[in-house]
């Protein structure tokens, strides 16, 4: 066990993993991170399932049966993911039931193609809510203006949410809205509040990337030095955002009738930069009541050589906000650059779910 990860925990931040994989699963890979790596949670996109079904023959076995069924590819998809995640599910319980349901949580994606359509998206998480069927089960649900009611309606069913794809601050503000809305909705139809759960994925290094790329263009002095610094002052500026709305009497009425806290999420926090520091969007965004979901190399790293130096956000917020701000005085928009990052975020994960049917396809011809 690493002394690193130790004092990461110690700190308040949970450790989640962001990667599935039959082959993880299979071949015990994902056992031995949870029994020594501190891993209480994973998460799973579409990305990550077109990459695991084109790994190894694990799937063969249940691909094969599925063509012999007749099962269409679409819904193909679904059984072999599904499959996966509810494996995981039960791994993790044992973390599920020692938290009391606060951690131990497994995700899956409703379908990217529905992420602007409100009644799709309900229905495909209700699908996978009642497919999985396991009660630690996180439903991702994009965070585009569609989605938001998609995920209060979600919650008011009492199906658990991870609130997925956030960039802005002002979306973070309207996710953290459409939360305590679903849980008011759950308490006004006599639901167990506190069986419900719910975090806000809020996305870290893609800040990053599409803002030091318009930094690159720029070339100036002032502009270089503003590199690598978007992503962090964003996902600083998103927890003060957290602990403003846990302030708040609204949310003090739904804690007081068994609601929990939605939790802040950093996602997106593999470095991408070869020129910086590997574990930085874990070791720079350490505060109570946060999950960090990062890849195995990622977590790996940080075990090795992370430097875990306390609590690194509270008494950031000046500073993150001057970020911000001299990026707008340098031409950068902050408006356009999340947006873009909105929009090529439900790009990728709408190509990797057709990559997902085109190798399924050619593993299994007649799906």
């Known amino acids: 066990m690493s002394e690193n990860l130790d004092r990461l ?3 308040g931040v949970a450790i989640w993993l962001d990667d599935l994989s039959r082959e993880h699963l299979a071949g015990g890979g994902l056992a031995r991170l949870i029994g020594d790596q501190r891993v209480v949670g994973i998460t799973s996109n579409p990305t990550i399932f077109a990459k695991a079904l084109t790994s190894g023959a694990r799937y063969n076995e249940q691909t094969a049966d599925l063509a012999r069924r007749g099962i269409q590819v679409e ?3 679904r059984l072999l993911t599904a499959y996966d995640v509810r494996w995981a599910c039960d791994l993790l319980r044992p973390s599920f039931d020692v938290t009391d349901g606060v951690d131990g949580r497994v995700s899956i994606e409703v379908d990217p193609r529905v992420a602007r359509d409100t009644e799709a998206t309900i229905a495909e998480a209700r699908a996978l809510w009642w497919l999985v069927d396991r009660p630690n089960l996180f ?10 009611g998609a995920i209060s309606t979600a919650l008011a069913e009492g199906i658990s949410i991870n609130v997925t794809l956030i960039f802005s601050l002002d979306r973070y503000a309207q996710v953290i809205d459409a939360f305590m809305d679903g ?8 639901r167990d509040l506190s069986k419900i759960a719910s975090v806000a994925s809020f996305f870290v290094s893609r800040v990053d990337t599409e803002v030091d790329g318009r930094l690159d263009k720029l070339g100036s002095e002032q502009a270089l030095a503003l590199r690598g610094r978007a992503g962090i002052a964003n996902a600083r500026l998103a927890y003060r955002q957290f602990e403003q709305a846990r302030a708040t009497e609204r949310w003090h009425a739904l804690a007081a009738r068994g609601a929990r806290t939605q939790r802040p999420l950093w996602a997106s926090t593999g470095v991408k930069d070869p ?3 590997d574990t930085r969007y874990v070791v720079e965004l350490v505060a109570p009541d946060v999950v960090n979901t990062m890849p195995e190399q990622t977590l790996r790293a940080v075990a090795d050589h992370g430097r875990v130096r306390g609590d690194t956000i509270h008494g950031t917020y000046p500073a993150g906000q001057q970020v911000l701000d001299e990026l707008a005085a340098l031409g950068i928009p902050y408006d356009d650059v999340v947006r873009v990052l909105e929009d090529e ?7 990797s779910w057709q990559e997902l049917y085109r190798t399924l396809r050619a593993q299994v011809p007649g799906t």
């Open 275 to 277: 020129a910086y520091d």
């Open 183 to 190: 849980m008011e909705r759950a308490y006004a139809a006599g």
């Open 345 to 351: 975020g439900i790009g990728k994960f709408t190509a």
């Open 75 to 77: 819904e193909a998809v």
């Open 9 to 11: 925990v110690a700190e």
């Open 139 to 148: 439903v991702k649900i994009p965070a585009t203006v569609e989605g938001l």
